[in-house]
């Protein structure tokens, strides 16, 4: 069974910058995978996805300030995240995308503040 560890959060203030990993344990082909993030009393909510093919996506509110890369050698997926604003922290995870969702990982908690 896949699980995935996701690390590379931490407090930053507005304006900073941060890269996330996610590796994955298990079989894993590279299907289409993204990275999700939490806030306390919301629901999780898909921010930047890649395709098998490698093609990327944002949401309108991180386009232009995140970007998503893998390695595929290493089974693990990066979030370049820059110019981060106090609105992106959250707890963030990395997964298939629905409907090939696997159990989640811990996550790793990104705080922005001044």
């Known amino acids: 069974q896949v699980r995935f560890v996701e690390s590379g959060g931490g407090s930053v203030q507005p304006g900073g910058s941060l890269r996330l990993s996610c590796t994955a344990s298990g079989k894993i082909d590279f299907t289409a995978m993204g990275w999700y993030r939490q806030t306390p009393g919301k629901q999780r909510e898909l921010v930047a996805s890649i395709t098998r093919g490698g093609s990327t996506d944002y949401t309108d509110d991180v386009t232009g300030r995140f970007r998503l890369f893998r390695a595929n050698a290493l089974k693990t997926l990066f979030l370049e995240m820059n110019n981060l604003k106090p609105e992106d922290t959250a707890v963030y995870y990395c997964?298939?995308?629905?409907?090939?969702?696997?159990?989640w990982g811990q996550g790793t908690e990104v705080t922005v503040s001044p």
């Open positions: 997964n298939f995308l629905h409907p090939d969702i696997v159990s």
